[in-house]
C-alpha cells in the first residue's frame, strides 16, 4: 500500500465523500458541476484501489494506513515478556504457510502472543490485513466481525465474504482470528473459503482447538518456563503495581510453579502483590487451591487460575465485587456510560474510581484508543458471570444491559449523516446479544431494540441481517399498527438485495396486522403495493403470482381504502396501471398518467420514480426508446432526494439504475449507459459486484468494445449469479454480453459456455429477457468470425416475433439484416428494409445497418458515414471491423 497522492481538490470532495454526501451536495457545497463531482470520484476510486463509493468513504474516514498497517491490532499498556521461540518460530511459519494456529487454554497468552507475532510480521505484509476478536460474537456472525475490522459492507448480490475477500485479497495481506473455539466449525468454513478465494492471504488462528482446515500448521503455546520468564513476567508486572517491591528468587519461584506458569494467573496475583506481599499471595494460593477438587493434569491444568481468581475475587471491596460481577453482562468492550448503566444510582466519577481500582487489579483491562474502552479477558469474564449468577441479579442486571442497548442503539440511529460505524461496531456484539436475552414476546425495550438494529444494520450494510431484525421487532411489537410496520421495513430491505419475492410475502403479513389494527389505509396501500411490486418485479419471484390472486388483493385494497388520501390513491392507481392487463412488467398505457399525477401529489420521490417507471415501460412498449431513456434520465435526478440509510427507497434505487443503464443501451447510447453503470458501482447501496451494476456494465463495454474488460468482470457477473437469493433472469443479457465477447475474441470454448450460462440464468424467463439479445449474440459472433454456415437458422432467430418493448430487438434484426448481407442471401435487401423499420430509435442499430447497406451496395459514401457513426458511438470493435471491411472491398473512402 502506497501513499496516495490526491489534488487539492480531490481532497475536498474525498472529505465529502466520507461525510456520505451526494454527488449532488458535494457539487451545491464546492460550487461545481455534478460531471466535475463524478470525474473526481471515479478518479479517487481509482486511486485509492476502493472497491466502491462505501469503500471509499470508509477509507476517507480512516485515513491512508501505512505499510502492514493491521486494523483492530490491540495495543497493550504493558511489556511483552518472554515467548521469544514461539515468536520466532510463527513468524518464520507466516513467511510460507497460509494457515497457523496457536492452541492453547484460556489465560495462556495466545491473544498476546499473536498480537505481537502480527506487529512484527507486519512489513511482511505490504497490504497489512486485520486482527479481529471474536470473544463477543455469535454463531453466525463471523463474516460480519471481520468485515467490520477490514471496513467493508455487502452489496446487492455481493455477500460479506465476496467483499472481504475482494479487500483481503489484493495483495499479500494477514488476517488474524483471535479466540476462535466456540466458533471453530464457522471460522473454519470462512477460512477455508477465503484461503480458496485469495492465494496471497495468510491466517493466523489463536483457539483451544485447530481448525481442521487443510494445510493447518498449528503451534501448542505452553505455560511459560519457569526459573525464566514465568517469574520475569511475575517481577515486571508487580514492580508495576508497586515500584518498591521486593522479594527473593526463590519464593517468587516458587509462587510461579504453584501457578503452573499460567501468564494471567501470574498477572491477577502479582497485581496483589503490592497489598498482600509474596507470603501473602502464596498462603492465599495455598487456601484456595485447598478449595478446589481436582488432580494436575491437562484437565485441571487450570484449577491455580481458578483458585487466583477466587482469593483475588475475594479480596475486593463490596462496591469493586457488585460492579465486576454486573460487567460480565456485556460480551465486548464498554464504555463509561455503559459500565454506570449497570450500576444505577452511581456518579459517574464513583463508577470511574471502581473501575479504575478493578484495573490496577488487572481484572478489568483498559483498551485506551481516542475513546476510552474498557473489557474482561474471556476467562475472567466467565468466572464473573458465575459469581453474577451466584448473586440472583443476573435478570436485573441483563435488564440494565437492555435499557442502555436501546439507548445506544437510538443514539447511533441519530447520527447516521456523521461518523458513527466505528462507533457501532464497538457495540453491535452486546446489541445483538442485549436483543437475544431478552425474554421472548411483545415488549417495550427489546422492540426498539429490535428496530433499531434492522436500521443500524441497514445503513452499514449488513444487507442479510437487517430484514431479521425487522421480523424479529415485529415479534416483539405490542401492536399490529406497530408490527405492520416492521413488517414493510423487513420488506424493504429483502428488497434491497432483489430478493422481491419474500419482500412480497412480507408485504402481504404486513398488510394483515394492519388490517388486524384497523388501519385500513395502511392495509390498503401495502396490499397495493404487494400488487405493483409482483407486476413490476416477476423475475425475483421462485414462482409468479397468479393475475387472479393480485386481482383479488387490489379489489380488497381497493374496498377498505380512503381514496381521498393521497398516498392511498397513489398505490392503488399505480396498482390498477401495472395490474390491468394480467401481463407482468407491462403497465395499461391509459391508467399511467393517473397513477403518475397521484404520485406527484404526494410529493415522495420514491412515489413519483416509481410512477414515471410506468411512463418509461409504457414508451418501451410503444418502440419510443428515446422516450423511454429520457424518463429513465428524469429518475436518476430524484435518486440524491432518496435516503441510503432507510431500506424504504431501496426497491426504487435499484430499479433506476437498471432502467437507466437498459434504455441507454437500447438507444445505443454506450456512454450514457456506461456513466449510469459507473454511478451504480459507487453507490453506496449497490457496490461494483452486485446484479444491477453488472447488468448495467456488461452490455454496454461489450458494445463499446471493450472485450477485455467483459472477460475480466465475466466471473464476477457468474458468481453474482449463483450466490442470488432470488431469480435473475433480467441478469442473462449481460451473461450473454461475457459470451459475445468471448466470440469476438476466438474463444470457442468460452462462448459456448457463457452462452450455456446466459440461458440457464434465464431460465423460464428466456422469451422475457434473452432471446433477442442471444440473437443479437450469435448473428454478431458468426459476423465476425466468419462463420455463415448456420446463417439462414440464425437470421431467422435474429428476426422473430419479438415484442415491440423488447429492449434488444433492434440490435437483434440489425445483427441479422447484416449476416443477410454478408452470406449473400438473396432476401438481404428485404432484411435490411425490415430491421431498418426497428431501428429509427436505436443508434448502434442505425449504423449498423448504414454499414450493411454500403456492403450490399459497395457504397463508399454509406461506409464512410458508418464509420463516422461507429466513431461517435465509441465502438471501437465495430469501428476497427468497418475499417477493415472498407480495405476489403477496395473502396476509397477518402478518410
Known amino acids: 500500500m502506497h501513499q496516495v497522492e490526491v489534488s487539492e481538490r480531490e481532497a475536498e470532495v474525498l472529505a465529502a465523500v466520507g461525510a456520505r454526501l451526494s454527488n449532488a451536495q458535494i457539487a451545491n457545497r464546492l460550487h461545481i458541476s455534478v460531471r466535475t463531482v463524478e470525474s473526481h470520484v471515479s478518479s479517487l476510486l481509482r486511486k485509492y484501489g476502493a472497491t466502491d463509493r462505501w ?6 474516514q480512516r485515513g491512508t494506513p501505512p505499510p502492514g498497517h493491521l486494523a483492530g491490532l490491540p495495543t497493550s499498556r504493558t511489556t511483552f515478556v518472554g515467548r521469544a521461540r514461539e515468536r520466532d518460530l510463527v513468524i518464520g511459519l507466516l513467511a510460507d504457510t497460509r494457515l497457523v494456529t496457536l492452541l492453547g487454554p484460556g489465560g495462556i497468552g495466545k491473544t498476546r502472543l ?16 486485520a486482527f479481529v476478536d471474536l470473544v463477543p460474537v455469535r454463531d453466525g456472525f463471523v463474516e460480519r466481525a471481520v468485515a467490520a475490522t477490514v471496513g467493508v459492507t455487502e452489496r446487492p448480490g455481493q455477500t460479506l465474504a465476496d467483499s472481504i475477500a475482494q479487500r483481503l485479497g489484493r495483495g499479500r ?7 476462535c473455539e466456540h466458533l471453530v466449525d464457522a471460522a473454519a468454513e470462512f477460512v477455508e473459503r477465503l484461503l480458496s478465494t485469495c492465494p496471497d492471504v495468510t491466517v493466523l488462528v489463536t483457539s483451544r482447538e485447530r481448525t481442521g482446515v487443510p494445510g493447518e500448521r498449528t503451534v501448542p503455546v505452553e505455560p511459560l518456563p519457569l526459573a525464566s520468564d514465568a517469574e520475569r513476567l511475575f517481577l515486571d508486572r508487580a514492580t508495576a503495581a508497586d515500584p518498591d517491591f521486593t522479594a527473593g528468587q526463590a519464593v517468587v519461584a516458587e509462587l510461579c510453579g504453584r501457578l503452573d506458569g ?3 494467573a501470574i498477572e491477577l496475583a502479582a497485581a496483589r502483590s503490592a497489598s498482600l506481599g509474596v507470603d501473602g499471595l502464596l498462603a492465599a494460593l495455598d487456601d484456595g487451591l485447598r478449595v478446589l477438587t481436582g488432580g494436575r493434569g491437562s484437565v485441571e491444568r487450570h484449577r491455580s487460575l481458578r483458585a487466583v481468581l477466587d482469593w483475588s475475587h475475594d479480596l475486593l471491596a463490596e462496591d469493586e465485587r457488585e460492579l465486576f460481577r454486573r460487567l460480565s453482562v456485556f460480551v465486548s468492550g464498554f464504555d463509561l456510560t455503559a459500565v454506570a448503566a449497570v450500576v444505577p444510582g452511581r456518579t459517574g466519577g464513583a463508577v470511574a474510581d471502581v473501575l479504575g481500582r478493578l484495573v490496577d487489579k488487572s481484572l478489568v483491562v483498559h483498551q485506551g484508543g481516542t475513546r476510552s474502552r474498557w473489557r474482561l479477558l474471556e476467562t475472567v469474564r466467565a468466572f464473573a458471570a458465575d459469581r453474577l449468577d451466584a448473586s440472583g441479579e443476573r435478570a436485573e442486571v441483563q435488564q440494565w444491559h437492555l435499557r442502555w442497548a436501546v439507548a445506544a442503539g437510538a443514539e447511533l440511529e441519530t447520527r447516521l449523516d456523521g461518523e458513527w460505524r466505528g462507533d457501532f461496531d464497538a457495540v453491535v456484539d452486546d446489541l445483538r446479544a442485549a436483543l437475544a436475552a431478552a425474554a421472548p414476546g411483545p415488549e417495550v425495550l427489546p422492540h426498539r431494540l429490535a428496530r433499531s438494529l434492522g436500521h443500524l444494520t441497514y445503513a452499514r450494510r449488513f444487507l442479510h441481517e437487517a430484514p431479521g431484525h425487522y421480523e424479529e421487532a415485529a415479534r416483539r411489537a405490542l401492536t399490529p399498527r406497530e408490527a405492520a410496520r416492521d413488517l414493510r421495513s423487513a420488506s424493504d430491505g429483502a428488497h434491497a438485495f432483489i430478493d422481491t419475492g419474500r419482500a412480497c410475502d412480507l408485504l402481504l403479513a404486513s398488510a394483515e396486522q394492519s388490517r388486524v389494527a384497523g388501519d385500513a389505509n395502511a392495509e390498503a396501500i401495502t396490499l397495493a403495493f404487494a400488487v405493483t411490486t409482483a407486476n413490476r418485479h416477476p423475475a425475483g419471484f421462485t414462482e409468479e403470482v397468479p393475475h387472479e390472486r393480485l386481482r383479488e388483493l387490489l379489489d380488497r385494497a381497493t374496498a377498505v381504502g380512503d381514496h381521498q388520501d393521497r398516498f392511498v390513491a397513489a398505490h392503488l392507481a399505480a396498482a390498477n396501471a ?11 398505457p391509459d391508467l399511467v398518467p393517473a397513477a403518475v399525477a397521484t404520485a406527484r401529489a404526494t410529493g415522495d420521490p420514491v412515489l413519483i420514480s416509481a410512477g414515471l417507471d410506468g411512463v418509461g415501460i409504457t414508451a418501451l412498449a410503444d418502440g419510443r426508446f428515446r422516450e423511454a431513456h429520457r424518463v429513465a434520465t428524469e429518475r436518476m435526478a430524484l435518486l440524491d432526494d432518496m435516503s441510503r440509510d432507510d431500506p424504504y427507497p431501496a426497491p426504487e434505487i435499484t430499479d433506476t439504475y437498471h432502467m437507466a443503464a437498459t434504455c441507454a443501451v437500447a438507444v445505443g447510447e454506450l456512454s450514457a449507459a456506461l456513466s449510469v453503470a459507473r454511478l451504480a458501482a459507487a453507490d453506496d447501496l449497490v457496490g461494483h459486484q452486485s446484479a444491477v451494476a453488472m447488468s448495467a456494465l456488461l452490455p454496454a463495454l461489450v458494445l463499446l468494445g471493450d472485450l477485455d474488460g467483459v472477460v475480466r468482470d465475466g466471473p464476477v457477473i457468474w458468481d453474482v449469479c449463483e450466490r442470488a437469493d432470488s431469480p435473475l433472469g433480467w441478469v442473462s443479457p449481460a451473461v450473454a454480453s461475457v459470451a459475445l465477447a468471448h466470440g469476438l475474441l476466438g474463444h470457442d470454448d468460452e462462448f459456448r459456455l457463457w452462452r450455456d450460462r446466459a440461458e440457464q440464468v434465464a431460465g423460464s424467463a428466456r422469451s422475457r429477457y434473452l432471446a433477442s439479445f442471444a440473437a443479437f449474440v450469435d448473428a ?12 439462414g437458422v440464425l437470421i431467422e432467430r435474429a428476426f422473430a416475433d419479438f415484442p415491440r418493448q423488447d429492449w434488444h430487438r433492434a440490435f437483434a434484426n440489425a445483427a441479422g439484416a447484416e449476416l443477410a448481407v454478408a452470406s449473400g442471401l438473396p432476401d438481404a435487401a428485404d432484411r435490411l428494409a425490415a430491421a431498418s423499420a426497428t431501428a429509427t430509435e436505436n443508434d448502434w442499430a442505425i449504423a449498423c445497418l448504414a454499414r450493411a447497406r454500403g456492403r450490399l451496395d459497395r457504397d463508399a459514401d454509406a461506409l464512410t458515414a458508418a464509420l463516422a457513426a461507429w466513431d461517435r458511438i465509441g465502438a471501437r470493435v465495430e469501428h476497427a471491423y468497418t475499417e477493415r471491411l472498407i480495405e476489403e472491398l477496395d473502396l476509397s473512402t477518402g478518410v
Open 55 to 60: 469503500d471509499l468513504a470508509e477509507q476517507a
Open 578 to 588: 401495472w395490474n390491468a392487463t394480467g401481463e407482468k412488467v407491462t403497465p395499461e
Open 114 to 129: 499473536a498480537a505481537a507475532v502480527a506487529e512484527a510480521a507486519g512489513p511482511s505484509f505490504p497490504l497489512g490485513g
Open 173 to 179: 495481506s494477514l488476517l488474524v482470528l483471535d479466540n
Open 780 to 791: 454478431r459472433v458468426a459476423l465476425h468470425t466468419g462463420r455463415t454456415d448456420d446463417a
Open 262 to 264: 499460567l501468564p494471567l
